[in-house]
C-alpha cells in the first residue's frame, strides 16, 4: 500500500505568477481534498474531487482550482499568487466510507510567495 | 457553521506529568478526529470518534467524546519527550463533504525532563 506523495516539496514562487502543486492519492482511495495551512493555525478547507467532479468548496477564491485525473491523482493550481498564499498545502486522500477510519494526508507543499 | 476551539494553545509539560487538552465546538457534527503534527511535517491521524461516550486510548494517549457537551478531550499520561508536538481536533460537518474538516488551531505540546 503506498501513502499519499506530493510533489514538490518546497517551492518559491513571486508574486502574481501561478503554481501547480501534485498529489497522487494512496492506492484504491478515489476522493481527494486539498488544505491550505498558515504558519501556527490549522489546516483550511479548500475543495475536494470525487471521481474527478469537484465536491465541495471552502472559502477560497476563484484563483484557487483543482483538477483529478482518472487515475484520482490531483493537481491544485493557484493564479495571480498573493503573499499571502504562503503556506503548507495538504493534500488527503480517502475512499467511500474511510471518512470513519480518518484521512490520509501527504506530507505537504511549502509554499513561499516573495 | 461550524466552529471548532482547542484549548490550551500551548502546553509545557514536565515528563511524568498528566495534563488535558480540550476540544470544543458549536454545533453538531458526525465524527471528531484527533491528529499529530510535527514540525514541517505533515499529519498524523491518532483517534477517530464516531459516538457519544467514545473512548480510545493508544499508548499515552486517550480521547474521549460527550456530543451533548460539544466536548472531546485527549488525555496525556505521564508525558514524555516524545510526544512534544502539535495536536489538532478536527470535525466534519453534518451534510458537508465528506472531505470538508474543520481543524481548530491547535494545541503545541512542549514536553520538558
Known amino acids: 500500500e503506498t501513502g499519499v506523495t506530493q510533489s514538490p516539496t518546497h517551492l518559491i514562487k513571486t508574486r502574481g505568477q501561478q503554481v501547480t502543486l501534485r498529489c497522487s492519492s494512496q492506492?484504491?482511495?478515489?476522493?481527494v481534498s486539498w488544505y491550505q495551512q498558515a504558519l501556527g493555525q490549522g489546516p483550511q478547507f479548500i475543495f475536494q474531487?470525487?471521481?474527478?467532479?469537484?465536491?465541495g468548496r471552502g472559502n477560497f477564491p476563484p484563483r484557487f482550482s483543482g483538477l483529478q485525473f482518472p487515475n484520482y491523482s490531483s493537481e491544485l493550481n493557484v493564479n495571480a499568487l498573493e503573499l499571502d498564499d504562503s503556506a503548507l498545502y495538504l493534500c488527503?486522500?480517502?475512499?467511500?466510507?474511510?471518512?470513519?477510519?480518518?484521512?490520509?494526508f501527504g506530507s505537504g507543499t511549502r509554499l513561499t510567495v516573495v | 457553521e461550524l466552529k471548532v476551539e482547542q484549548n490550551p494553545l500551548f502546553l509545557s509539560m514536565q515528563e511524568g506529568k498528566n495534563y488535558t487538552i480540550y476540544c470544543n465546538y458549536s454545533?453538531?457534527?458526525?465524527?471528531l478526529y484527533w491528529y499529530r503534527q510535527d514540525p514541517g511535517k505533515s499529519l498524523e491521524s491518532l483517534f477517530v470518534?464516531?459516538?457519544?461516550?467514545a473512548v480510545k486510548q493508544e499508548g499515552r494517549l486517550m480521547a474521549s467524546l460527550d456530543t451533548k457537551a460539544r466536548l472531546s478531550t485527549l488525555h496525556i499520561t505521564a508525558a514524555v519527550h516524545d510526544l512534544s508536538a502539535t495536536y489538532f481536533c478536527?470535525?466534519?460537518?453534518?451534510?458537508?463533504?465528506?472531505?470538508?474538516?474543520?481543524f481548530g488551531k491547535g494545541t503545541k505540546l512542549s514536553v520538558k525532563p
Open positions: 470518534l464516531l459516538s457519544n461516550g
Open positions: 488527503a486522500s480517502s475512499s467511500p466510507g474511510q471518512g470513519a477510519h480518518g484521512y490520509t
Open positions: 474531487y470525487y471521481r474527478e467532479e469537484e465536491n
Open positions: 478536527a470535525l466534519s460537518q453534518v451534510g458537508g463533504s465528506q472531505g470538508n474538516l474543520i
Open positions: 492506492s484504491g482511495h478515489n476522493t
Open positions: 454545533t453538531t457534527s458526525d465524527r
